[in-house]
């Protein structure tokens, strides 16, 4: 779990301390902070700050009382760190309001917002260069409710990250494999790597320019007019400072009916920049999440120290069924693989055998039917219709067999050119509907769930 670190907490209850009162810490309310944080006594805090101890115990005594009241926590000296570090996981009553972004002085907003997705931001902008600044603005990344399994991942993209110092980083796979709740995590682990921090989503696409002038707005940067201007400016930050900036639901900006990472023309300027951030010199990190990948997002043999991607399969865990009120523990492995370990239909799924089988896994499994809810059939439904029209003749092929096929034996059943089939694979590779599986010959094989879905829909893939 993310705890506060020590630097947030201080910069927290200065926000805090200063909304209330106008004045910012002092060195005694700060090294009283810190140091009960780490659990120091007062003398201890007085002797290592060579203060005077019975003042450091009232300037302690005041803290605890403001934090109290202000926070409706009964904080105190020894339960000031277990207390920061629950708040820091639970949602806490709102605290704050806007961001002045006109004021250039010191301010710093903490606000965690109790909307549907808790949501947690806290930026800072400090006009004193000599101390350290530290932005982080994950107001659009989701919250992580249950988190399990992922450790490979995890310490890939540490790796890359923070070892290697990998440009571009995608995040690829499925919609609902699990892409945003890893990177959401790995920035909650490694909160205190970074200097800026901020998360944007273009599950509502805009233009590189609208992007970039949100980049710098919430970094409180003044933008240009032009693009050119805006990324020179977006770049000297990349420079300056140890960034990471996480770009989720890339897919939006790809063509629908096309093969799988087409720009679609209004965004092509992404493409560019995507190169770009691979071909200038920074100390900086960008993170692509998507469920298309584009060849921007291929990692090549000799680019391999500037871009990485990581491909998500689903989550053989049967924790992630856990505390959800469903029996028969001994089947939930079958469950998940049945339904690919994809966290997201497997909710749905639970669901379903709450309502219709009480919990009774096993009895679920007795009907020997793989069920599609409403749900996956509208996901699937809209899948579908980004499908060009060559992968939906393989799709459809695909469907018909209920095992993996070769190239070859694929081939020969449709009436596609060589380029034509070629590309639609590699397409359909490129979404994760079809996966390439390496036994004694190479295999490709359609994802089940996929084609449940296209089998009941009548091989039209409409419902
Ligand atoms: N490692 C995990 N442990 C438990 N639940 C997970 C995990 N990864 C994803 N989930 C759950 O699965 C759902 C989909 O995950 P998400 O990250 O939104 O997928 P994606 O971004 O690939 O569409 C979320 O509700 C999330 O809570
Ligand atoms: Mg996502």
Redesign the pocket.
């Known amino acids: 779990m993310a705890f506060m670190n020590v630097t947030e907490v201080l910069q927290f209850v200065d926000q805090l301390v200063f909304e209330r009162t106008g004045k910012h810490l002092d060195d005694v309310q700060k090294a009283v902070i810190e140091g009960s944080y780490k659990g120091q006594t007062y003398h201890e805090i007085a002797e290592n700050n060579h203060f005077n101890k019975s003042h450091v115990g009232e300037i302690g005594g005041e803290l605890w009382k403001f934090l109290s009241t202000t926070l409706g926590e009964d904080i105190k000296k020894t339960n000031v760190r277990s207390t920061f570090e629950r708040l820091q996981i639970t949602a806490l009553p709102i605290i704050i309001q806007n961001n002045n972004k006109q004021n250039n002085n010191h301010t710093f907003n903490f606000s965690v917002l109790n909307s549907d997705q808790a949501i947690q931001k806290y930026q800072e902008k400090d006009t004193d260069t000599k101390s350290q600044s530290v932005y982080h603005d994950l107001t659009l990344a ?1 919250q992580i409710i249950k988190f399990h399994n992922r450790e490979t991942e995890l310490q890939t993209l540490s790796k890359w990250i923070l070892n290697q110092n990998i440009s571009l980083i995608s995040v690829l796979g499925l ?2 494999i ?4 890893l990177s959401r995590k790995f920035i909650d682990l490694n909160l205190d790597k970074f200097e800026v921090i901020i998360w944007k ?1 273009l599950k509502y696409p805009q233009s590189l320019n609208s992007l970039i002038t949100d980049l710098l707005n919430t970094y409180q940067q003044k933008y240009e007019e032009t693009l050119q201007a805006n990324l020179k400016q977006l770049f000297d930050i990349l420079i300056q400072k140890r960034c990471l900036i996480i770009l ?2 890339i897919e939006t900006i790809f063509t629908n009916g096309q093969f799988a990472g087409q720009y679609q023309p209004e965004y092509l300027d992404y493409q560019k920049f995507f190169k770009m951030i691979t071909e200038i010199n920074h100390q900086s990190s960008v993170m692509l ?1 998507s ?1 298309e990948k584009c060849p921007e997002m291929n990692c090549l043999y000799q680019q391999l120290n500037l871009s990485q991607c990581l491909e998500l399969s689903g989550l053989n865990d049967i924790n992630i069924l856990d505390n959800i009120g469903l029996k028969n523990q001994d089947s939930w492995l079958q469950l998940i693989q049945i339904y690919e370990g994809n966290a997201t239909y497997l909710k749905d799924i639970v669901i379903l055998i709450q309502d219709v089988y009480d919990g009774e896994v096993t009895e679920f499994l007795a009907e020997n039917s793989l069920i599609i809810t409403q749900n996956m059939q509208s996901h699937f439904h809209d899948l579908f219709n980004r499908l060009s029209a060559i992968e939906k003749q393989i799709i459809l092929e695909l469907s018909k067999l209920n095992q993996p096929i070769s190239r070859d034996d694929l081939k020969q059943n449709l009436s596609l050119s060589s380029v034509e089939f070629v590309k639609g694979l590699q397409s359909l590779q490129q979404r994760y509907l079809v996966t390439k599986i390496k036994e004694d010959k190479i295999l490709f094989k359609l994802s089940p769930v996929f084609r449940q879905y296209v089998i009941i829909t009548g091989a039209t893939g409409s419902p």
Request: charged share 15%; hydrophobic share 10%; no cysteine.
């Open positions: 989701p919609s609902g699990g892409k945003t709740t989503s989720d639901n999440i469920q």
